[in-house]
């Protein structure tokens, strides 16, 4: 195995590990509904994910290890598609909200700013704002190192 395959592997796992992570959050309400499981079938795409690999973890046929972003920027990405997920079936439910708030610590975003980034991606995409435009607003809360 190459370097060039390491890496590509840990892409890989970051994305299949993104992508579990957005299924728990569709599934928290007991039921991944249609217009869901499309955000994930697109994202999937956008990711450059093969089907097969996107059923596997639809069906729960692989373990796959939390694997997060390096820079602040992806996580907060990963963050803003994370409550994207919450909020597009119109619903907020309060376990979707704690897996939401669960994983953005997991993301390593401080605790103090979870609740937060929260309210924001909700208010921004309740009010059409561009995912891109919400994750460079949201960029701009990185913290001081």
Known sequence: MGLLDI???????KRKSHLENLLRVGLADGNLDQTELEY????ARKLNMPGKELDEI???KIEIKF???SSFEDKVDQLHD????MLINGEIHEKELKICKTLALKLDILPKMVDDIVKLVIDKTTDGK????IV?????LKPAE
Do not use: A, G, R, W
């Open 58 to 60: 639809l069906q729960d």
């Open 7 to 13: 890496f590509s592997n840990s892409d890989q796992q």
């Open 82 to 85: 994370l409550v994207y997920m």
């Open 40 to 43: 994930l079938i697109s994202l």
């Open 67 to 69: 694997k997060p972003p």
């Open 130 to 133: 561009s995912p891109k435009t």
């Open 136 to 140: 460079e607003e949201l960029s701009e």
